[in-house]
């Protein structure tokens, strides 16, 4: 089963992209507008406008920082409704059966015969986990729900962090982010350290996808030569 959560990720990491892309814009806008108006406008003055200043770019990172986290966790949603459409898949039957003779029988496949029933059952959830509890030589390594679902989470973790921390490329944006408040904790204003990891987390969701597809794979290891294949599910 295709799970193409690689293509999820991807098309995830386009929204986070442009939310960058929009920020980098208003930091720009805003380096401008602050020098225009401090040129132009008296002291008095040039505060009531940077005021107003502040106000419209806060208004327009916390927009897209808002709309971009609920993509966020869409794409997150349909990532776990894939994972669970595979674990859900109805069994082989036939397969199955067979399975469970050979646990009936306390058979020891061969190398070969482990080889040619993975191919059978790699897409196949259950069957695959059955297989891997047959296997006494200890080739294959099943793919595990729970270790997906965690995955999945780390990366809208990792996006939400980068959506709720990314301020410009400079930081020129660091005063106007919302403070940080973590399990309903408000820990003041961001600085330059908080806030210094926010590119690289966007930069990473996009990595993510392959090591998710490669969580839902067999992974097996051959004594012969020691080296790993993976089997997609």
């Given at each position: 089963?295709e ?9 995830m ?10 920020l980098?814009?208003a ?6 507008e ?27 990172m ?5 709309k ?7 794409f ?6 894939l994972?669970?459409g595979?674990?859900?898949k ?12 050979f ?13 040619v ?26 793919p595990d ?8 989470k ?12 990314y301020?410009?490329?400079e ?14 904790v ?10 210094s990891?926010?590119t ?13 597809e490669?969580l ?18």
């Amino acid at each position: 089963m295709e799970l193409n959560l690689t293509k999820i990720v991807e098309e995830m990491g386009i929204f986070l992209k442009v939310h960058m892309s929009t920020l980098d814009d208003a930091a720009a806008y805003y380096e401008t507008e602050k020098a225009r108006i401090e040129r132009k406008y008296s002291k008095e003055e040039a505060e009531r406008r940077f005021v107003e200043l502040d106000n419209e770019v806060r208004h327009k990172m916390n927009e897209s920082r808002e709309k971009n986290k609920a993509h966020v966790l869409e794409f997150t949603e349909a990532m776990k409704d894939l994972v669970k459409g595979w674990i859900s898949k109805p069994i082989d039957p036939e397969l199955m059966s067979t399975l469970n003779t050979f646990i009936a029988l306390d058979m020891e496949l061969t190398q070969d015969e482990i080889l040619v029933f993975a191919e059978r059952a790699k897409d196949d959830y259950f069957s695959m986990k059955v297989l891997a509890k047959i296997d006494k030589m200890g080739l294959l390594t099943a793919p595990d729900a729970q270790t997906i679902f965690e995955a999945i989470k780390g990366v809208e973790n990792l996006a939400l962090l980068g959506l709720d921390t990314y301020c410009g490329q400079e930081y020129q944006l660091l005063g106007l982010l919302p403070n940080r408040v973590w399990k309903n904790v408000d820990y003041g204003r961001h600085d330059t350290v908080s806030v210094s990891g926010s590119t690289t987390a966007l930069k990473k969701v996009l990595e993510r996808g392959e090591a998710l597809e490669r969580l839902a794979a067999v992974s097996i290891t051959l004594p012969d030569d020691n080296e790993d294949e993976e089997m997609e599910a």
